[in-house]
């Protein structure tokens, strides 16, 4: 028995260092000796796994549960082998067996939480995203699932103290940082932290597009259509920047109709989804701001589709827009509307995201020296079933 240990023990090494041949080979002469080792099935199922060998992997981490069903790690990774073969219900049972028997295995209960929202099951994730927090207050990818939930329930308060908690435990966390601030009322920066809206879209690249086309995404459609009645497309000989060009929503609306299409964003993951499309002729990570100022007189269009609802003084996307822009060029952006009867021209909203009072936003453009073209209310997307309702907004740069 102790040989058998021993070759267990040299063939998780193996494991662990990527070799996995030699790993195969370990827990298979383990299997030889006794077939119904435990631990061995389960790490061979693991292996099987990086094999893409998932169906292989399922039934011998299963066999290995069935032999010790007392190990919360097996039953863990046995949900996640069912999780990513799409058998929820069992992968559901597989967390909740792993929880139940490790009640401070916060990455286990952490899974059940996620699938259980995945599953549109509301209430039960956040009790069981409450029970990691209360497990371990330091896990703090279950603090943005939590607030997320509260936050389409219509929990506000119980929002803004999620987010107060998690900035507790992480104070130098800059989402708990921003939306602590955005949903308890601080004094609202000038704009959004870059470190917040790196680590935010970084995290939601993968999902980005789908997640948009379920909430009827329409700034890109907008902005386009508005476009056509004031510059002429005909010729393929406008140089266009996608400032805040995420994915490539907007761009793919634009190639068409430009000689060059530049995008810049902060996010690299984002960008790289836009690299995928092959439709920009140059993509840049950085602030647009910055990145707008360093091209004087070089763009005869610039669209910014939801992407200035990212800050809260317009004054320096404005001017920085209007460097880079040729003379007579156009700007072309979406913002949201600041609700009626807010006591200020420009609003941090619980959603960490600004609005804008249509008066400022003409104020400001004129300042900057923009000739307003058209300013148009839009409903720019659904979220927690309602429309967002916005400003489509021109201006065009003196000739």
């Given at each position: 028995m102790s040989d058998s240990r021993e070759t267990l023990q040299i063939a998780m090494d193996a494991h662990r260092a990527g070799r996995l041949d030699d790993a195969e080979a370990g827990y298979l002469l383990c299997l030889a000796a006794q077939p119904t080792d435990p631990d061995a099935l389960h790490f061979l199922g693991l292996l099987r796994l990086h094999q893409n060998r998932p169906d292989e992997?399922?039934?011998?981490?299963?066999?290995?549960?069935t032999v010790l069903p007392t190990n919360p790690h097996a039953w863990n990774n046995l949900g996640n082998l069912l999780l990513n073969a799409g058998r929820d219900d069992e992968a559901i049972a597989a967390y909740e067996r792993a929880a139940n028997l490790a009640p401070d295995m916060v990455q286990a209960i952490y899974n059940l939480g996620v699938i259980l929202r995945r599953r549109r099951r509301v209430d039960d994730a956040i009790t069981t995203f409450m029970r990691v927090i209360a497990a371990n207050p330091s896990y703090t990818p279950a603090y943005e699932n939590l607030a997320s939930l509260l936050y389409r329930m219509g929990r506000t308060d119980d929002v803004a103290t999620v987010y107060r908690r998690w900035l507790e435990v992480?104070?130098?966390n800059p989402i708990a940082r921003h939306m602590a601030v955005a949903t308890s009322g601080g004094e609202a920066p000038d704009r959004a932290d870059a470190e917040y809206l790196t680590s935010t879209y970084d995290e939601f690249a993968d999902s980005f597009d789908f997640s948009l086309k379920r909430l009827d995404y329409a700034a890109p459609q907008l902005i386009a259509s508005a476009l056509g009645e004031h510059v002429d497309f005909g010729r393929r000989s406008l140089d266009i920047?996608?400032?805040?060009?995420?994915?490539?929503?907007?761009g793919l609306l634009?190639?068409?109709?430009?000689?060059?299409?530049?995008?810049v964003d902060l996010s690299r993951a984002m960008l790289e989804?836009?690299?995928q499309r092959e439709i920009y002729d140059e993509l840049v990570q950085g602030d647009l701001c910055e990145f707008m100022r360093s091209r004087p007189l070089t763009f005869n269009v610039i669209v910014s589709g939801d992407t200035l609802i990212y800050f809260g003084a317009l004054d320096e996307p404005f001017t920085a827009a209007l460097d880079a822009l040729r003379p007579g060029g156009v700007l072309a952006f979406t913002l949201e509307v600041a609700p009626p009867g807010s006591p200020e021209d420009r609003v941090l909203l619980d959603n960490g995201r600004f609005a804008h009072a249509r008066s400022y936003v003409e104020e400001r453009l004129a300042t900057a020296g923009f000739d307003t073209t058209q300013i148009e209310n839009a409903v720019l997307r659904k979220e927690v079933g309602r429309n967002v309702d916005g400003l489509l907004v021109l201006a065009r740069a003196p000739a």
């Open positions: 992997a399922i039934e011998l981490v299963t066999r290995s549960v992480d104070p130098d920047l996608d400032a805040g060009c995420g994915t490539g929503l907007c634009l190639r068409s109709t430009a000689r060059t299409l530049v995008g989804k836009a690299r």
